[in-house]
């Protein structure tokens, strides 16, 4: 409950440029081959693929989201690993708000989800850097739906990739056209669940005070 009313208290912060509330979220993505030609678009029959495919391993997406600036980007990587984790959060921090005086994130409570992680990525001084533009906030644990960034990976699973991609030259090519487009129509979220209904609707989940 400590960590939702934090993360609820984050979302009713005003927009303000210097602070930006930005979210976070990953996904494993399964590439897969087809191992035979497709069967071409006739006048009535749409394109048709062979049952069988290969499998050409995994990939990871990192998906990043401002829902009050209207945008978001969409990397995608072999791995999820601290570094990869630390590399995505420098281009954040560094590219994406260069003058932001600090980026507040909100992210699932992952491993690889620490300012360790930057010390294991960049020297001691860079490391903290990067930390000091940072302010981290949490999901609840079994509370991802919490996570704005769920809602854009839920959208670009859909809208994207739905079918099957071979390789992360393919699969990075189509989530930066999806990216483009979604940034191009300014899709934003409108977050109304606050604390105040937290309290009302989900009492029975609150622990119950001792005094």
């Not at 487009?181 to 609707?201: H, L, P």
């Amino acid at each position: 409950m400590a960590a939702m009313e934090d993360v609820l208290d984050v979302y009713c912060r005003p927009f303000d440029p210097r602070y930006p509330v930005v979210n976070i979220d990953e996904q494993p993505f399964q590439r897969l081959a087809n191992t035979r030609e497709l069967l071409p678009v006739k006048p009535g029959q749409p394109e048709r693929e062979d049952y069988e495919y290969e499998r050409n391993g995994t990939a990871s997406i990192f998906l990043f989201t401002d829902a009050l600036a209207k945008w978001r980007r969409v990397s995608v990587r072999e791995r999820r690993t601290a570094i990869d984790w630390a590399e995505e959060m420098r281009k954040l921090l560094e590219e994406d708000y260069p003058n932001a005086e600090k980026v507040i994130l909100v992210c699932d409570n992952l491993n690889t989800h620490n300012v360790a992680s930057f010390y294991k990525a960049f020297s001691p001084d860079h490391a903290r850097c990067l930390v000091r533009k940072l302010e981290i906030h949490f999901t609840p644990k079994h509370g991802s739906w919490l996570n704005i960034a769920e809602c854009e990976l839920s959208a670009l699973t859909r809208q994207c990739l739905n079918r099957r991609i071979p390789d992360l030259a393919m699969l990075s090519k189509e989530a930066e056209a999806w990216e483009h487009k979604r940034n191009r129509s300014q899709k934003g979220v409108d977050w109304r669940f606050t604390t105040k209904d937290a309290r009302i609707k989900l009492k029975s989940l609150y622990p119950k005070t001792q005094l």
